[in-house]
C-alpha cells in the first residue's frame, strides 16, 4: 500500500524549487541593483535601498499571495449597481486580498516618490518590483496615476481651483491606500479605438468661472473603473473636428458625497489583468475640472498620460520577464530527467540563455528611458534627448511586450505540462497578463505608424540614431564597439531607403527594420552598463550578456560563427546565487554628466 507520509522524489524536487524562489526580490536581482547603482551612484543608491529592500522583501511574499488570491477566479471583481435601499451607487465589490495588496503597493512610497521632480527611476523601480507579481490588480492603476500626477503638476487646473488642485495632489501622493486618491484614465471609445480624433463624448461649459464642465458619452475601455479621479477627453464646442477638438478634463468619482453621473454598464472579461475592474461607462452630465488648456487636450494627453502608460507598461513587461525567468531557471535545477537536473542539458541552458539576455536587455532600455526621464525633468538633458526620448518610449513599449511574451512562453515550455497549470505557477496569469499589456497604450501596429509618422514629419530617428551612436563610441570593448556601429551604419542606411518609399508601402518593411533598432538600443544600454560593471565590479557578465543579444537579435549571428556556443550558454544559464544584497565596491567615483 502507498504510505502517504513517503511521497515520490519528484515531489520533494517541487518543493525544493518552491523552497528556492527568492524572498526578497529586490536582493535576489543583482542586475537591478547594480544597474541602479550605476545611474544613481553610490551614495544616492545607498539612500534609496532600504526602501527597495524593504519593499522588495514585502513583494515576494505579502504581496505575492494577496495577487495569487485576488487572481482566483471565485474572487474576481463582481459589480454591484444599487445599494441595500435602491440607491444607484455603480460600485465595485473587490475580495479582501485585493485591498490588501494595493495596502503593500501604495505603501512602498511608489506614488509619493512623485513629491520631488527626478524620482521616475525610483518610482519605476519600485513599480518593476510590484510587477514580478504581474499586473496584480494595482500595477495598471499605479500608471494611471502617475498620469495623473504628472498632468496636474505640470499643466493644472483652472486658476480658480487652487486650493482643490493641491488637496487633490496631497492625495494623490499619499501612500496611505486607505485614504489616498488613486487614479484612472478613459480616453477610448466604441467608435474611436485607436483613432481618438472619431471620438463624440460632448464637455459643454458648466461654469467657465471656475473651470467646470459637465461632460455626455460613452467610453469603451475604463480600467480601474472605482479610480477616486479620471482623466476623460471629451469634444469641446466649436473647437473643431478630430483630435484638435478634443480637450482634456479631471473628472471626480464622487461630488459632494454622491455619485457623479458616471453608470457602469458592464464590467469586462478579459483574458489577462483579471483582478482589475476594467468596464463601459456612461457619463450623464458628470461634473468635470478642465486640465489645462481645452486646446491642448490632445498633447497633453500624449504627453503626459500616454508617454507616461508606456514607460510603465514596459517596466511591468520586462518584471514579467524576470519572474518568468526566475521561476524557469530554479524549476531547471530542481526537475530531474534521465537522471539529471535538466539545467545540465545544452537545450534547456540554450533557451535559459536566451531568457536572461533578453531580461537584462528589457531591464536596461526600461531603466535608462526613466533616467533620462529624470534628468529632463531636472533640466540637465537637452533637446535632443527628449526628441531621442519620444522614439525610445514607443519603440520600448512595443518590444518589450514583444520580447517578454517570448520570454513567458519560453518558461512555461521548460515547465512543461506544469507549466499550464494556473495553481502550479505564476507563469500562466503573467503570460495573460503581458497579452493586455501588448494591446494596453497602443497595439504594436498603431505604435509602429506613430514612430514613422514622427520620423518622417519631424526627422526625430536622427536624434534616436545619434544617442546609440554616442553610447557606443566610447567603449573599450571592441566587439561591442564595432560591431555594434557597423550594425547601426547598416540600419541607418536602411532606414533612410525605407523612408524614401510611400508611407503606406513602407510600412511592411519598417516594422522589422525597427525590430533592429530597438534591439541595437537595447544593447547599447547593456554595453554602457557592461563598461561600469568591468571597471568598478571586475565582471564581465553583462558585457557577455550584451555581446550575445548582440549577436542573436540585431547581427542574426549563425552559430558556426560563435565560437565555443555551447560553453557560453553553460556560463550564461542561470544568475547569481545565493540570494543576497551586492555590497561589493560601491562605486564612489565621479558622476559622468552625460549618463547620470
Given at each position: 500500500?502507498?504510505?502517504?507520509?513517503?511521497?515520490?522524489?519528484?515531489?520533494?524536487?517541487?518543493?525544493?524549487?518552491?523552497?528556492?524562489?527568492?524572498?526578497?526580490?529586490?536582493?535576489?536581482?543583482?542586475?537591478?541593483?547594480?544597474?541602479?547603482?550605476?545611474?544613481?551612484?553610490?551614495?544616492?543608491?545607498?539612500?534609496?535601498?532600504?526602501?527597495?529592500?524593504?519593499?522588495?522583501?514585502?513583494?515576494?511574499?505579502?504581496?505575492?499571495?494577496?495577487?495569487?488570491?485576488?487572481?482566483?477566479?471565485?474572487?474576481?471583481?463582481?459589480?454591484?449597481?444599487?445599494?441595500?435601499?435602491?440607491?444607484?451607487?455603480?460600485?465595485?465589490?473587490?475580495?479582501?486580498?485585493?485591498?490588501?495588496?494595493?495596502?503593500?503597493?501604495?505603501?512602498?512610497?511608489?506614488?509619493?516618490?512623485?513629491?520631488?521632480?527626478?524620482?521616475?527611476?525610483?518610482?519605476?523601480?519600485?513599480?518593476?518590483?510590484?510587477?514580478?507579481?504581474?499586473?496584480?490588480?494595482?500595477?495598471?492603476?499605479?500608471?494611471?496615476?502617475?498620469?495623473?500626477?504628472?498632468?496636474?503638476?505640470?499643466?493644472?487646473?483652472?486658476?480658480?481651483?487652487?486650493?482643490?488642485?493641491?488637496?487633490?495632489?496631497?492625495?494623490?501622493?499619499?501612500?496611505?491606500?486607505?485614504?489616498?486618491?488613486?487614479?484612472?484614465?478613459?480616453?477610448?471609445?466604441?467608435?474611436?479605438?485607436?483613432?481618438?480624433?472619431?471620438?463624440?463624448?460632448?464637455?459643454?461649459?458648466?461654469?467657465?468661472?471656475?473651470?467646470?464642465?459637465?461632460?455626455?458619452?460613452?467610453?469603451?475601455f475604463c480600467s480601474n473603473v472605482t479610480a477616486d479621479l479620471a482623466l476623460v477627453?471629451?469634444?469641446?464646442?466649436?473647437?473643431?473636428?478630430?483630435?484638435?477638438?478634443?480637450?482634456?478634463?479631471?473628472?471626480?468619482?464622487?461630488?459632494?458625497?454622491?455619485?457623479?453621473?458616471?453608470?457602469?454598464?458592464?464590467?469586462?472579461?478579459?483574458?489577462?489583468?483579471?483582478?482589475?475592474?476594467?468596464?463601459?461607462?456612461?457619463?450623464?452630465?458628470?461634473?468635470?475640472?478642465?486640465?489645462?488648456?481645452?486646446?491642448?487636450?490632445?498633447?497633453?494627453?500624449?504627453?503626459?498620460?500616454?508617454?507616461?502608460?508606456?514607460?510603465?507598461?514596459?517596466?511591468?513587461?520586462?518584471?514579467?520577464?524576470?519572474?518568468?525567468?526566475?521561476?524557469?531557471?530554479?524549476?531547471?535545477?530542481?526537475?530531474?530527467?534521465?537522471?539529471?537536473?535538466?539545467?545540465?542539458?545544452?537545450?534547456?541552458?540554450?533557451?535559459?540563455?536566451?531568457?536572461?539576455?533578453?531580461?537584462?536587455?528589457?531591464?536596461?532600455?526600461?531603466?535608462?528611458?526613466?533616467?533620462?526621464?529624470?534628468?529632463?525633468?531636472?533640466?540637465?538633458?537637452?533637446?535632443?534627448?527628449?526628441?531621442?526620448?519620444?522614439?525610445?518610449?514607443?519603440?520600448?513599449?512595443?518590444?518589450?511586450?514583444?520580447?517578454?511574451?517570448?520570454?513567458?512562453?519560453?518558461?512555461?515550455?521548460?515547465?512543461?505540462?506544469?507549466?499550464?497549470?494556473?495553481?502550479?505557477?505564476?507563469?500562466?496569469?503573467?503570460?495573460?497578463?503581458?497579452?493586455?499589456?501588448?494591446?494596453?497604450?497602443?497595439?504594436?501596429?498603431?505604435?509602429?505608424?506613430?514612430?514613422?509618422?514622427?520620423?518622417?514629419?519631424?526627422?526625430?530617428?536622427?536624434?534616436?540614431?545619434?544617442?546609440?551612436?554616442?553610447?557606443?563610441?566610447?567603449?573599450?570593448?571592441?566587439?561591442?564597439?564595432?560591431?555594434?556601429?557597423?550594425?547601426?551604419?547598416?540600419?541607418?542606411a536602411e532606414l533612410d531607403a525605407i523612408l524614401e518609399l510611400e508611407e503606406l508601402?513602407?510600412?511592411?518593411?519598417?516594422?522589422?527594420?525597427?525590430?533592429?533598432?530597438?534591439?541595437?538600443?537595447?544593447?547599447?544600454?547593456?554595453?554602457?552598463?557592461?563598461?561600469?560593471?568591468?571597471?568598478?565590479?571586475?565582471?564581465?557578465?553583462?558585457?557577455?550578456?550584451a555581446e550575445f543579444y548582440l549577436y542573436r537579435r540585431v547581427m542574426k549571428r549563425?552559430?558556426?560563427?560563435?565560437?565555443?556556443?555551447?560553453?557560453?550558454?553553460?556560463?550564461?544559464?542561470?544568475?547569481?546565487?545565493?540570494?543576497?544584497?551586492?555590497?561589493?565596491?560601491?562605486?564612489?567615483?565621479?558622476?559622468?554628466?552625460?549618463?547620470?
Amino acid at each position: 500500500m502507498f504510505d502517504h507520509d513517503e511521497k515520490p522524489h519528484d515531489y520533494t524536487g517541487f518543493a525544493e524549487w518552491e523552497a528556492a524562489q527568492p524572498t526578497n526580490f529586490f536582493t535576489s536581482d543583482r542586475n537591478l541593483q547594480r544597474t541602479l547603482e550605476f545611474y544613481w551612484g553610490s551614495t544616492r543608491y545607498k539612500e534609496h535601498a532600504a526602501q527597495l529592500y524593504h519593499f522588495g522583501g514585502v513583494s515576494a511574499t505579502a504581496l505575492d499571495k494577496a495577487a495569487r488570491i485576488s487572481n482566483e477566479r471565485a474572487n474576481l471583481p463582481v459589480l454591484t449597481r444599487f445599494d441595500a435601499i435602491g440607491n444607484r451607487i455603480e460600485d465595485v465589490d473587490y475580495h479582501p486580498s485585493y485591498h490588501e495588496a494595493g495596502r503593500y503597493v501604495y505603501g512602498s512610497g511608489v506614488m509619493s516618490a512623485y513629491g520631488e521632480p527626478g524620482n521616475n527611476l525610483l518610482a519605476l523601480s519600485l513599480t518593476y518590483l510590484s510587477a514580478l507579481n504581474g499586473e496584480a490588480g494595482h500595477n495598471c492603476p499605479l500608471a494611471c496615476t502617475a498620469g495623473v500626477i504628472k498632468s496636474l503638476q505640470t499643466v493644472g487646473l483652472h486658476p480658480a481651483q487652487s486650493q482643490f488642485l493641491e488637496h487633490t495632489l496631497d492625495r494623490l501622493l499619499d501612500p496611505d491606500y486607505d485614504a489616498n486618491y488613486i487614479g484612472a484614465q478613459y480616453l477610448t471609445e466604441i467608435q474611436g479605438g485607436s483613432d481618438v480624433g472619431a471620438n463624440t463624448t460632448q464637455a459643454t461649459p458648466l461654469d467657465p468661472q471656475l473651470g467646470t464642465w459637465v461632460l455626455n458619452g460613452e467610453k469603451w475601455f475604463c480600467s480601474n473603473v472605482t479610480a477616486d479621479l479620471a482623466l476623460v477627453t471629451a469634444r469641446v464646442p466649436g473647437q473643431g473636428d478630430g483630435t484638435r477638438g478634443l480637450g482634456l478634463f479631471l473628472v471626480p468619482r464622487h461630488v459632494d458625497g454622491k455619485l457623479n453621473g458616471m453608470f457602469i454598464n458592464r464590467i469586462k472579461e478579459k483574458v489577462g489583468t483579471a483582478s482589475l475592474a476594467t468596464a463601459e461607462v456612461v457619463f450623464e452630465d458628470a461634473v468635470a475640472y478642465q486640465v489645462g488648456d481645452t486646446q491642448r487636450g490632445i498633447q497633453n494627453v500624449m504627453t503626459h498620460v500616454i508617454n507616461t502608460s508606456r514607460v510603465y507598461n514596459a517596466i511591468c513587461t520586462s518584471a514579467y520577464a524576470r519572474r518568468a525567468y526566475v521561476v524557469a531557471w530554479t524549476y531547471a535545477e530542481h526537475r530531474n530527467a534521465f537522471g539529471h537536473p535538466i539545467i545540465h542539458f545544452p537545450l534547456v541552458q540554450d533557451v535559459l540563455t536566451k531568457m536572461r539576455s533578453d531580461v537584462t536587455a528589457l531591464a536596461s532600455g526600461s531603466l535608462f528611458i526613466a533616467r533620462q526621464l529624470d534628468r529632463l525633468e531636472l533640466g540637465d538633458a537637452d533637446a535632443a534627448i527628449e526628441e531621442a526620448l519620444r522614439v525610445a518610449i514607443n519603440l520600448n513599449k512595443y518590444r518589450s511586450a514583444v520580447n517578454a511574451h517570448e520570454v513567458i512562453n519560453h518558461g512555461i515550455e521548460l515547465l512543461g505540462g506544469n507549466g499550464a497549470i494556473e495553481t502550479f505557477s505564476v507563469l500562466p496569469r503573467l503570460l495573460r497578463d503581458n497579452v493586455v499589456c501588448e494591446n494596453w497604450e497602443g497595439t504594436h501596429n498603431v505604435l509602429m505608424a506613430q514612430v514613422q509618422r514622427d520620423m518622417r514629419r519631424y526627422g526625430l530617428h536622427k536624434s534616436f540614431l545619434a544617442l546609440i551612436r554616442r553610447m557606443l563610441e566610447p567603449l573599450a570593448v571592441r566587439e561591442l564597439r564595432v560591431n555594434g556601429l557597423q550594425a547601426l551604419d547598416q540600419i541607418s542606411a536602411e532606414l533612410d531607403a525605407i523612408l524614401e518609399l510611400e508611407e503606406l508601402m513602407a510600412s511592411v518593411y519598417f516594422r522589422p527594420m525597427m525590430d533592429r533598432l530597438t534591439d541595437l538600443f537595447y544593447t547599447a544600454c547593456m554595453a554602457v552598463e557592461a563598461a561600469w560593471e568591468l571597471a568598478l565590479k571586475q565582471d564581465k557578465t553583462k558585457q557577455r550578456l550584451a555581446e550575445f543579444y548582440l549577436y542573436r537579435r540585431v547581427m542574426k549571428r549563425p552559430l558556426s560563427e560563435w565560437t565555443a556556443y555551447p560553453e557560453q550558454i553553460s556560463r550564461l544559464c542561470y544568475d547569481v546565487r545565493p540570494w543576497k544584497v551586492d555590497h561589493k565596491d560601491h562605486w564612489e567615483g565621479d558622476d559622468d554628466p552625460f549618463w547620470r
